[in-house]
């Protein structure tokens, strides 16, 4: 399926039970992808998590429908998915600033979230630097932690490997000529709410230091991006991803399958104690042949 038709697809089901218990299975196989990365994809594409999107647009309607009718609160709250006026008051006032009870009071400002539409426009015609490769498995060495779909932290877990040490330890447990520091998002981890994330390094030793872990990645395909935009902007890692999803996956013969590695070379500015943010090297992605 297109990944536009279907994201579209997606959209129309989320809007058409926003005021059911959304299942985010149900939701994905309207594209015909695993909820992970229909989840990754959506994220992606739109800049919103699945659940931002849900939630601002069920509170953008009950601000609506308090502005408009004579309703009660607490329904206007169950109605939209919350089990308790306190809950449904503090989202609301997170949301658009006010309590729900100002809502119904005339000249107050609210805040409006629309709905999500896929438009065909024409776009591409650049240049993406990849290549495929078969690869057998590999070990790796480093430390994991546990990301939620809906509030990715993966941006703070690189800082504190960073500031405590642990980037610098990697380099010198690396047994890879490169030394390569390596993001990994473990897709097959996913249990519905989070998946695992790895900060490892190429390893061959058999001693695991305190407080580290040894990943083993399996034999797989991957498609390995440069970044075009290397070290220019920080938003030069988002931007790759999106025209990885809208652009290169679409029109090829290949689907991500379960892992996705950032692989920053040794010696990029991160070395000095500054941010990796905006300094992307590659990003691999494990894929499979399209059915």
């Not at 809502?103 to 426009?121: C, D, H, Q, T």
């Not at 989070?194 to 990645?217: N, R």
Request: hydrophobic letters at 35%.
């Amino acid at each position: 399926m297109d990944l536009a038709v279907g994201v579209q697809k997606a959209i129309n089901y989320v809007e058409d039970h926003l005021l059911d218990e959304l299942e985010y299975d149900n939701i994905a196989k309207e594209v015909n992808v695993s909820s992970y990365h229909f989840q990754r994809i959506f994220h992606i594409l739109s800049g919103f998590t699945l659940g931002e999107y849900i939630r601002n647009r069920r509170l953008s309607l009950a601000a609506s429908e308090l502005q408009s009718s004579e309703c009660k609160i607490i329904d206007v709250a169950l109605k939209y998915g919350y089990e308790t006026p306190e809950s449904f008051s503090r989202a609301f006032e997170r949301f658009h600033g006010v309590l729900p009870s100002a809502a119904k009071e005339k000249g107050v400002e609210l805040k409006s979230f629309s709905r999500l539409s896929i438009k065909v426009i024409l776009e591409g015609g650049s240049v993406m630097d990849y290549r495929v490769e078969e690869m057998e498995g590999f070990r790796l060495l480093g430390k994991v932690e546990k990301q939620f779909m809906n509030n990715v932290q993966a941006g703070k877990f690189w800082d504190r490997c960073i500031n405590d040490g642990t980037l610098n330890a990697l380099t010198e447990y690396s047994t890879s000529p490169e030394k390569e520091h390596i993001g990994i998002a473990d897709g097959s981890s996913y249990d519905g709410e989070s998946y695992l994330y790895y900060i490892v390094t190429p390893y061959s030793g058999d001693f695991v230091p305190d407080g580290y872990i040894i990943k083993e990645l399996p034999a797989r395909t991957w498609i390995k991006f440069r970044c075009v935009s290397f070290g220019l902007k920080d938003t030069a890692d988002m931007e790759l991803y999106r025209r990885i999803y809208s652009e290169f996956f679409p029109t090829s013969d290949y689907e991500p399958a379960e892992y996705q590695l950032e692989v920053y070379p040794y010696g990029n500015p991160y070395i000095d104690g500054r941010s990796y943010k905006g300094n992307l090297a590659e990003v691999w992605i494990a894929v499979r042949k399209k059915q």
